[in-house]
């Protein structure tokens, strides 16, 4: 299915153009700016929309180079003939391996001088309790024969939530999963998106508590 727009227009999806690195980073940090996650490890909105930028740079640093990055664009407008990022979708392809160590640079640093070394030593807990996660779905997926494609992030701008792009982008990655013969795994901090995840045919494999009651 289609989004439409209130001009009359469609929102579509198209790989990712590194003219739009900045624009996309803003994106993703409002995206997942009311991430339960995110809310429990930063309850200060403002630090967290300080923070989030950051964070998420490292990410379009990353993934962009396997070309499995997507962006979903509104409809051309006359101050953006391309259309507005409303959407992102970044990947890891079967014939890759991401490499955590690439996560660890000069992003990061100035995430810790924004919270400090007790907050960014439990935010580099989660991130790596996650990466293990991720580690473990690979094995299994490996051990039973089947290419794997890594959904690393995906998310939709806050004032477009709730207007079906997130599917929109899923759909496009499951023509892409079909048309390969590969699978994906992915993994979220915020509960509100497993139902979204079921609807494409995700199930849960690995449930853990990352966050300790306050």
């Known amino acids: ?71 979903c664009y509104g409809p051309p407008t006359t101050t953006n003939p391309q259309g507005d990022v409303k959407g992102i979708m970044l990947c890891c392809p079967p014939d890759k391996k991401e490499s955590t160590s690439e996560f660890f640079d000069l992003n990061l640093l100035k995430v810790l001088r924004l919270v400090g070394l007790s907050k960014f030593v439990q935010i580099l807990q989660v991130l790596a309790r996650l990466d293990t996660m991720e580690h473990l779905m690979t094995a299994d997926l490996t051990a039973s024969g089947k290419g794997q494609c890594h959904l690393a992030l995906l998310g939709v701008d806050e004032c477009y939530q709730g207007k079906g792009l997130g599917s929109k982008m899923l759909s496009s990655l499951t023509r892409y999963l079909d048309a390969e013969g590969v699978t994906s795994c992915l993994e979220t901090t915020d509960e509100r998106n497993v139902r979204l995840y079921r609807k494409w045919g995700y199930v849960s494999v690995y449930i853990e508590q990352l966050f300790n009651d306050p």
Do not use: C, M
């Open 1 to 71: 299915s289609t989004a439409a727009t209130a001009a009359g227009g469609v929102d579509r999806v198209a790989e990712y153009e590194a003219s739009r690195y900045e624009e996309s980073i803003a994106v993703a940090a409002r995206a997942f700016h009311t991430f339960q996650g995110w809310q429990y490890l930063l309850p200060d909105p403002e630090l967290r929309r300080k923070v989030l930028p950051h964070v998420k740079r490292t990410y379009f640093d990353v993934y962009p180079k396997y070309n499995h990055s997507f962006l």
